[in-house]
């Protein structure tokens, strides 16, 4: 990793403090319930749809991990954020705790903009239909029937194009049998929670199948508020989803499927940060920790290692501190999807996915994470989504090949801004009204063929053009009358910003796939991939140039190669594993410096490489195990405070990563089953800014979850405790540097949890 010059903060070692607890903790579970043997779990053949077609995974040629529901329930997977905990090179990049934005991050591609008019670089797509806003990804896990997270650029199959990668949640689909499920949860997590699950699915007359399911969710903050009279955070008053599914074949070779989802997600009191007093570095002008060892002189003029108001920050901790409990996230969204499949006959088929979205959210937080108020920052997001793809697709002995087009519409108004109170002296309101429109439209295709009997090949293209066009009005000074939902406008108009961006470029893929035999497959593939441009928000108020408000599209080429290695140990075991290099040419940076947002574009380099292993034992064991590793991951001249151009380490982009789970069953007298279970999931350091500002490195850290259940026979009913982050770790999400008002803050990952449900299947 690059260093940070006159960094007062040191990078520690990579380091696995938890390991000990990990071996004892699985020991015990052995030695307490003996052996016996039980089905393989983490072998089962997960069938996925990323070439568009159904495969199993182990036959694709492409970096894809996937999980089944029944895995996902087994892992406790309840949030969409919860599935990088096993997927080797993902994470989550959100500034705030909770989930009031999640952007995903693949093998260290993002853009950590916070601001909701923002496209992220890795693709967000639920049941086929494409989610633009990174305030609409943080959803709750329902229903679903698989979960598919494909790496590297992608837009020869899919609808929206990404740099990154892509992420893609399918539901349960209507079936014509009878089904049905009940979950119930209750759980402790500093208070008490609860949270129902269920669903019913069956034919409702000949050729028409349908499907209703939904969950509802409450509990208590878990964030204690130490503050008198103030309340705690991140507390669920009543969220709630539904989704309604109807299947109808019209004819032999005609399905129409109609999917009706709404959600309705009130959480109280979100927004909660620790804070540390800061400084800037006086030479490179970043923003450091203050202690009182490292500032004898006082800086911010009132104690050693303190900020303007006496703080030293010393009983903020994660979880447990004192801060105003202005905090607050609601959001709703409904969302309609039509699905029509026609085969038109000679193996071609036609598939149309018209979607509509309607998505709000209002928020605002503590953004100085103590109880003087003197950051507020408030925003928001009222978004319509209209999508259309189209596909006609064909297949024979060998040869497979599609074809399609895209078109989306996105209109939103996205409100941002900073506020703070005359009583602490900061009497100012700042605030930023964004009407941004995208259209985009696509071309594309892709062509797999066999050149023989082991080998083949696939090639795909795609053109795309997009057009944005953003309309800024910026206020600034002491509070007004008229309001924008949470932000009140003040009467100085300060800025004015009109602009259009008209982008077009080609991706595409050239890849080849080698079968040694039927249980192990080599690939490799040359991938472009390309984002269109955008805009920042202006947050402090002061005009600023077209330069620092737009940023240009990026454009990322892929070098990757890999093999998946099937029927390990005689069929009870896979390996699977690649490795790349990224050439990144004009990657958005984001950047935020005190009250200031940039992106700039600047080139970029990533290599590294993935491991997967599973094996399932006769005796009852499974074993699953994942590592990622990035060699490099470094953004070349970037410009910081002090003025140096130097190069960084791409944010939110940690050397490695290691994750596994460890699974006993034993099948008892009574013919059901009981299972024990361990997972772990190792992230080290990493730094949440571009400009690797010491007072934003975030520290490595292991969160550790446990799960025991007993499953009936006829799988009627199950029964399970669990516990997630047992050991309770200090887990830190993100840091911002806010030297400016002589703090920095930082967001942490939940606290343990502990909790008790049942399900009934019918």
Same mark, same amino acid.
Request: net charge negative; hydrophobic share 35%; glycine share 10%.
């Given at each position: 990793?690059?260093?940070?010059?006159?960094?007062?903060?040191?990078?520690?070692?990579?380091?696995?403090?938890?390991?000990?607890?990990?071996?004892?903790?699985?020991?015990?579970?052995?030695?307490?319930?003996?052996?016996?043997?039980?089905?393989?779990?983490?072998?089962?053949?997960?069938?996925?749809?990323?070439?568009?077609?159904?495969?199993?995974?182990?036959?694709?040629?492409?970096?894809?991990?996937?999980?089944?529901?029944?895995?996902?329930?087994?892992?406790?997977?309840?949030?969409?954020?919860? *599935?990088? @905990?096993?997927?080797?090179?993902?994470?989550?990049?959100?500034?705030?705790?909770?989930?009031?934005?999640?952007?995903?991050? *693949?093998?260290?591609?993002?853009?950590?903009?916070?601001?909701?008019?923002?496209?992220?670089?890795?693709?967000?797509?639920?049941?086929?239909?494409?989610?633009?806003?990174?305030?609409?990804?943080? =959803?709750?896990? =329902?229903?679903?029937?698989?979960?598919?997270?494909?790496?590297?650029? &992608?837009?020869?199959?899919?609808?929206?194009?990404?740099?990154?990668?892509?992420?893609?949640?399918?539901?349960?689909?209507?079936?014509?049998?009878?089904?049905?499920?009940?979950?119930?949860?209750?759980?402790?997590?500093?208070?008490?929670?609860?949270?129902?699950?269920?669903?019913?699915?069956? @034919?409702?007359?000949?050729?028409?199948?349908?499907?209703?399911?939904?969950?509802?969710? &409450?509990?208590?903050?878990?964030?204690?508020?130490?503050?008198?009279?103030?309340?705690?955070?991140?507390?669920?008053?009543?969220? =709630?989803?539904?989704?309604?599914?109807?299947?109808?074949?019209?004819?032999?070779?005609?399905?129409?499927?109609?999917?009706?989802?709404?959600?309705?997600?009130?959480?109280?009191?979100?927004?909660?940060?620790?804070?540390?007093?800061? @400084?800037?570095?006086?030479?490179?002008?970043?923003?450091?920790?203050?202690?009182?060892?490292?500032?004898?002189?006082?800086?911010? +003029?009132?104690?050693?290692?303190?900020?303007?108001?006496?703080?030293?920050?010393?009983?903020?901790?994660?979880?447990?501190?004192?801060?105003?409990?202005?905090?607050?996230?609601?959001?709703?969204?409904?969302?309609?999807?039509?699905?029509?499949?026609?085969?038109?006959?000679?193996?071609?088929?036609?598939?149309?996915?018209?979607?509509?979205?309607?998505?709000?959210?209002?928020?605002?937080?503590?953004?100085?994470?103590?109880?003087?108020?003197?950051?507020?920052?408030?925003?928001?997001?009222?978004?319509?989504?209209? $999508?259309?793809?189209?596909?006609?697709?064909?297949?024979?002995?060998?040869?497979?090949?599609?074809?399609?087009?895209?078109?989306?519409?996105?209109?939103?108004?996205?409100?941002?801004?900073?506020?703070?109170?005359?009583?602490?002296?900061?009497?100012?309101?700042?605030?930023?009204?964004?009407? &941004?429109?995208?259209?985009?439209?696509?071309?594309?295709?892709?062509?797999?063929?066999?050149?023989?009997?082991?080998?083949?090949?696939?090639?795909?293209?795609?053109?795309?053009?997009?057009?944005?066009?953003?309309?800024?009005?910026?206020?600034?000074?002491?509070?007004?009358?008229?309001?924008?939902?949470?932000?009140?406008?003040?009467?100085?108009?300060?800025?004015?910003?009109?602009?259009?961006?008209?982008?077009?470029?080609?991706?595409?893929?050239?890849?080849?796939?080698?079968?040694?035999?039927?249980?192990?497959?080599?690939? @490799?593939?040359?991938?472009?991939?390309?984002?269109?441009?955008?805009?920042?928000?202006?947050?402090?108020?002061?005009?600023?140039?077209?330069?620092?408000?737009?940023?240009?599209?990026?454009?990322?080429?892929?070098?990757?190669?890999?093999?998946? &290695?099937?029927?390990?140990?005689?069929?009870?075991?896979?390996?699977?594993?690649?490795?790349?290099?990224?050439?990144?040419?004009?990657?958005?940076?984001?950047?935020?410096?005190?009250? !200031?947002?940039?992106?700039?574009?600047?080139?970029?380099?990533?290599?590294?490489?993935?491991?997967? =292993?599973? !094996?399932?034992?006769?005796? +009852?064991?499974?074993?699953?195990?994942? !590592?990622?590793?990035?060699?490099?991951?470094?953004?070349?001249?970037?410009?910081?405070?002090?003025?140096?151009?130097?190069?960084?380490?791409?944010?939110?982009?940690?050397?490695?990563?290691?994750?596994?789970?460890?699974?006993?069953?034993?099948?008892?007298? $009574?013919?059901?089953?009981?299972?024990?279970?361990?997972?772990?999931?190792?992230?080290?350091?990493?730094?949440?800014?571009?400009?690797? !500002?010491?007072?934003?490195?975030?520290?490595?850290?292991?969160?550790?979850?446990?799960?025991?259940?007993?499953?009936?026979?006829?799988?009627?009913?199950?029964?399970?405790?669990?516990?997630?982050?047992?050991?309770?770790?200090?887990?830190?999400?993100?840091?911002?540097?806010?030297?400016?008002?002589?703090?920095?803050?930082?967001?942490?990952?939940?606290?343990?949890?502990?909790?008790?449900?049942?399900?009934?299947?019918?």
């Amino acid at each position: 990793m690059s260093t940070v010059p006159n960094a007062s903060t040191a990078c520690p070692k990579f380091s696995f403090s938890t390991t000990p607890r990990l071996i004892r903790i699985v020991a015990a579970m052995a030695i307490a319930t003996g052996s016996a043997s039980t089905a393989a779990q983490v072998l089962e053949e997960v069938t996925v749809t990323a070439k568009k077609r159904e495969q199993n995974i182990q036959d694709v040629g492409i970096s894809i991990t996937a999980f089944s529901g029944d895995q996902l329930r087994s892992l406790g997977f309840t949030d969409a954020f919860d *599935i990088a @905990a096993q997927t080797p090179g993902l994470n989550f990049d959100g500034g705030a705790s909770g989930s009031v934005t999640k952007i995903p991050v *693949i093998r260290g591609v993002s853009q950590n903009d916070f601001g909701t008019q923002q496209e992220p670089p890795v693709a967000v797509y639920v049941d086929n239909t494409y989610i633009s806003s990174i305030a609409a990804t943080g =959803f709750t896990l =329902f229903d679903v029937e698989r979960v598919e997270v494909l790496k590297g650029p &992608q837009g020869t199959l899919f609808g929206r194009n990404a740099t990154g990668g892509l992420l893609h949640y399918l539901s349960a689909e209507p079936t014509e049998e009878f089904e049905a499920y009940f979950t119930q949860q209750i759980r402790d997590q500093n208070g008490t929670g609860f949270r129902s699950e269920g669903a019913i699915s069956g @034919a409702l007359a000949d050729g028409v199948r349908g499907r209703l399911s939904g969950f509802y969710e &409450q509990s208590d903050g878990y964030w204690i508020n130490n503050a008198p009279d103030f309340q705690d955070s991140f507390e669920i008053d009543g969220s =709630f989803a539904v989704r309604g599914q109807l299947d109808v074949d019209l004819s032999e070779d005609l399905t129409l499927g109609l999917s009706v989802g709404h959600g309705d997600f009130s959480l109280s009191n979100q927004g909660t940060y620790t804070y540390t007093a800061g @400084a800037n570095d006086p030479v490179t002008g970043l923003g450091y920790v203050l202690t009182p060892e490292n500032d004898p002189d006082a800086v911010n +003029g009132a104690c050693p290692g303190c900020d303007f108001f006496g703080q030293d920050g010393s009983e903020s901790r994660p979880n447990d501190s004192s801060f105003n409990d202005v905090g607050f996230l609601e959001r709703d969204f409904t969302t309609v999807t039509v699905d029509v499949n026609w085969l038109l006959g000679d193996g071609i088929s036609l598939t149309s996915i018209t979607n509509y979205q309607d998505f709000s959210f209002n928020y605002n937080e503590d953004c100085d994470g103590s109880v003087i108020d003197y950051c507020q920052f408030p925003f928001g997001q009222d978004l319509e989504q209209f $999508s259309q793809e189209l596909r006609v697709s064909g297949e024979t002995e060998t040869v497979f090949w599609q074809a399609g087009l895209f078109y989306l519409d996105i209109t939103q108004t996205a409100f941002s801004g900073f506020q703070s109170s005359a009583e602490e002296g900061f009497d100012f309101t700042v605030a930023d009204v964004m009407d &941004q429109d995208t259209k985009s439209y696509a071309l594309f295709g892709s062509l797999e063929f066999s050149l023989s009997d082991n080998l083949s090949a696939t090639v795909g293209l795609r053109w795309t053009e997009d057009e944005k066009s953003v309309d800024s009005d910026v206020y600034y000074g002491g509070g007004g009358p008229a309001i924008v939902d949470l932000i009140a406008i003040p009467p100085n108009l300060v800025d004015q910003f009109s602009d259009t961006q008209e982008d077009s470029d080609w991706s595409g893929r050239l890849g080849l796939d080698y079968s040694l035999n039927d249980d192990s497959l080599w690939f @490799a593939s040359i991938s472009r991939g390309n984002k269109a441009g955008g805009y920042v928000a202006n947050l402090n108020g002061f005009p600023i140039g077209s330069e620092d408000r737009r940023f240009d599209p990026e454009v990322l080429t892929s070098f990757e190669a890999g093999f998946k &290695q099937s029927n390990l140990f005689g069929g009870r075991a896979r390996l699977n594993g690649s490795v790349f290099y990224y050439d990144y040419s004009d990657y958005q940076a984001f950047d935020f410096q005190g009250l !200031a947002a940039f992106i700039r574009n600047r080139d970029a380099t990533v290599s590294g490489g993935e491991l997967e =292993f599973a !094996a399932s034992f006769n005796n +009852g064991w499974d074993l699953l195990l994942g !590592a990622a590793f990035l060699f490099d991951a470094t953004v070349e001249n970037v410009v910081i405070p002090g003025g140096q151009t130097v190069d960084r380490d791409m944010p939110k982009a940690p050397d490695f990563t290691f994750n596994g789970l460890l699974r006993k069953g034993w099948q008892l007298n $009574s013919g059901g089953e009981f299972s024990a279970q361990v997972s772990f999931d190792y992230t080290d350091e990493s730094f949440s800014s571009v400009s690797n !500002a010491p007072a934003t490195l975030l520290s490595s850290y292991t969160i550790v979850d446990a799960r025991l259940a007993y499953a009936a026979r006829d799988d009627s009913w199950e029964l399970a405790l669990f516990g997630k982050n047992i050991f309770d770790e200090d887990a830190q999400n993100f840091a911002f540097e806010l030297a400016s008002f002589g703090i920095h803050i930082q967001s942490w990952r939940p606290p343990r949890m502990l909790g008790a449900e049942v399900t009934f299947n019918f």
